[in-house]
């Protein structure tokens, strides 16, 4: 954020608690991976500092973003200790400046966090009050890691929760002049924004998770084909085509936590929250159920190979990544599981310890495999064909589970395809269906 906000000719200062980070900035250096971020630091130097010192960063400013963690805590929230935190240094810096000062919160928090559990930490602070002499939003980003510049600059909409008038004028002011598509800005009470912001992760979600259950019917069906379903099923205006793959689960340090806060919340505040817990259900049990629905034999000392580890590609982030639970699951069951991500290798190794072997290359991975589970669509494996997975090999059990693979190089008589999502064995599919409606005909007839 303060490397795009710099590049829109905005002098920004950033503060950490981080010496580490701070000093990066300060040396045109990026403290953390992100597709462009590196080159944006380098070419906005000159407008881009950060400091230790939270005092100077208030004082030498007219607006500050907060965007500290705010971990899921025990009960499924998220945990405000961080913010509590920078809204108590910031409320200090307040109580020594005399002009006006817009706050934003921009980490998430659930409804109601930044009005009753943050606002009285900054007004104690810095012995004054919210509206009369600083202004407090509530404006989130609405992100996804790979594509952050990009989605910080040209947003489908932006929200703004405000305290009053004059807070959320400052804060459309200041992102119509960084934005570059002029994107419309969603204005609201701070609640009603908050709760926005998660309901658009826990949305996406759901869809997931409804379209992976629509994939694990097309197993069952002869010709089933998830494609052809959510290809037709995305024309529907009402529906749309995004999120609707059909593969393995979500993962990251997103959604699977914003989904499972918006329970948290329905069942603190005595609403159903059976949508959202069922989301998730069908979530947690994707890895389970994956050895069983492709009727793959595991047996001890299997070599599987797993391409991809991060939760999706073009990150190096493994939180919450749903093909190293698959690792841990595979090895638990006996496999010996070998893996290799472009970007998430290093993170892998750290998560997975000595419990799977994350290797350098992709050829290293698949040299040796007996099955091989594509489990992200990075393009480091769509191009894949016959000789990079069944070279020296007399058979390979290939499983695709975003279906990016060519069908046709996977018709290599060494090779036995699954593509997840599609009909495996339409003879037993067939008679399954016979069974269901041939009983039933003969039964009313
Ligand atoms: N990563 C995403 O894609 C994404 C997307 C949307 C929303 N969010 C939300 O944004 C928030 C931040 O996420 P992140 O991924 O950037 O977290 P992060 O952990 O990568 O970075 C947070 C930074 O805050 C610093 N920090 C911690 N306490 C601080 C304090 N008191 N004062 C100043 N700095 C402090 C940390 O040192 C760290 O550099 C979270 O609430 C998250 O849910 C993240």
Redesign the pocket.
Known sequence: MAAVIASRGHLVMG????DR?VEAINQGRT??AETGLAELIRANSERLQATSN?AEAVLRSDVTF?????PSDANGG?SLQ??A??FE?IGRALAGKSEYHLIVL????LPGATRFGLLPILEAAAGKRCGDDFGLCYG??????GS?IQDLLNPDFKLVGQFDQRSGDGLEALYGSILVNGAPCSRMTIENAELT?IALNSYVTTKISFANMLAELCERIPGGDIDVVSGALGRDARIGRRYLTGALGYG???FP??NHALSFLARELGVNAHLAEATEAVNDAIVGQIVERLGLEIDSGTRVAILGLAYKPGTPVVEASQAVSLARALAAAGAEVVAFDPLGGDEARRELGSEVLVVDTLHECVSDAEIIMITSPDPAFQGLGAEDLAADKTTVIVVDFWRILDPEAMTDRRIEYRAVGKSVNDGANSDRLLALWGLSFAESS
């Open positions: 503060f950490d608690v981080n980070a403290p953390v939270l907060v965007v500290v963690p705010t998220f961080h913010a935190v920078a240094g921009t980490s998430t928090v989130p980003e609405l992100i996804a890691l952050v912001k990251g340090p997103c936590r914003d």
